[in-house]
């Protein structure tokens, strides 16, 4: 008898990188999960949401007799198709959130948390499904508390397409939060039933509270601080085939950095509205700066270059700048680093 009844918050989250992408070889090809009974990292998630499966099924009626389908006539594939999860939770300075982080800006993966830098000249990682090429690609696991009545969702070859980082100070006491979406293009496994192990999400919480406030910067001037929001999208795109599913997997053709933040208007940031008004090229330096907190190596944020995409007027109790920012490349400098280094 089935006796488990399960919330969404009842599922834990475990990346590993991976030494074969995506899956491990065997006649025929077939998917299979890495170990992940050690070297896991767990990530503090508030919920997760799992994968559409949506397999490709043929149900069209044939010519035979009758008009409905006939039991023959039916057909499904489970393999040519890319499966996406989406994550929200609290920011860790811990070698899980810095995995997500890694993948997105195409830094080779490793369970060391340092600083993490979008290249000026960056593409991506791509390759070969199957390879022994390590450290390009993830294990995702989504864990049920019960694995009587739940089973483990496992998905290989994972790249993460989207990583964002945000706080707000009158929220959660300005916790840092993230949001991550996952991408594969190999077939999940429905069926595990082997309990990760490994290394729990880190003990330090990150407060937008404890960033020095003198050294913030939103469109190279220095603000009273709100809300921020920092974003980068890199897709995921996947060619070929093999009976485990898709060949290979690359990047699309552009990586985005995007910034946002909600600031005082007054006598420093008034330049920002006729700024963006006025915009007629890319400001180089200080863009957007958000400091390491108090706690060395809370996360530092830095976008040196860019353009202002939005400014506008927020008419709330108090008078509030709503400014969004693009980061450019100038063809050396990194994009976006976030500085988890400490010292």
Not at 29 to 41: E, N
Not at 225 to 234: A, D, P, Q, T
Request: hydrophobic residues 40%.
């Amino acid at each position: 008898m089935a006796n488990g009844v399960f919330s969404p918050k009842d599922f834990k989250a475990w990346v590993i990188e991976e030494t074969t992408t995506g899956q491990v070889y065997s006649s025929p090809p077939v998917v299979t999960a890495p170990v992940i009974t050690g070297s896991m990292f767990q990530l503090d998630v508030d919920s997760v949401s799992f994968p559409s499966l949506s397999p490709n099924q043929v149900t069209a009626v044939r010519t035979r007799s009758g008009r409905v389908l006939n039991d023959v006539d039916f057909f499904q594939d489970n393999k040519m198709k890319a499966v996406e999860v989406s994550l929200s939770g609290t920011f860790h300075a811990d070698a899980g959130t810095t995995m997500l982080m890694q993948s997105v800006v195409g830094q080779d993966l490793n369970a060391v948390v340092g600083n993490v830098d979008l290249s000026a000249t960056a593409t991506g990682v791509s390759g070969k499904y199957g390879e022994a090429d390590a450290n390009k690609t993830f294990t995702l696991v989504l864990e049920p508390s019960d694995q009587t009545d739940g089973f483990n969702t496992v998905m290989v070859g994972c790249l993460c397409t989207n990583f964002t980082v945000s706080a707000e100070a009158g929220s959660d006491g300005g916790l840092y939060k993230f949001e991550a979406t996952i991408s594969s293009g190999q077939q999940p496994i429905t069926n595990n039933v082997t309990s990760p192990t490994g290394t729990v999400f880190g003990d330090g919480l990150i407060s937008l509270l404890n960033a020095d406030s003198s050294g913030i910067k939103v469109g190279a001037v220095t603000p009273v601080l709100s809300s921020f929001s920092v974003s980068i999208e890199s897709p995921a795109v996947y060619a070929g085939f093999n009976s485990a599913g898709y060949h290979s997997f690359g990047r699309g053709a552009e990586i985005i950095v995007n910034a946002s933040a909600s600031v005082k208007y007054d006598s420093v940031t008034k330049s920002l509205y006729h700024n963006f008004n006025n915009q007629t090229a890319i400001t180089n330096g200080n863009l957007f700066v958000l400091p390491n907190g108090t706690n060395n190596g809370d996360c530092g944020i830095t976008i040196p270059n860019g353009a202002l995409t939005e400014v506008a007027l927020n008419e709330g109790d108090i008078m509030m700048l709503d400014v969004s920012l693009m980061g450019t490349s100038d063809g050396s400098a990194s994009v976006i680093t976030f500085d988890q280094t400490t010292s």
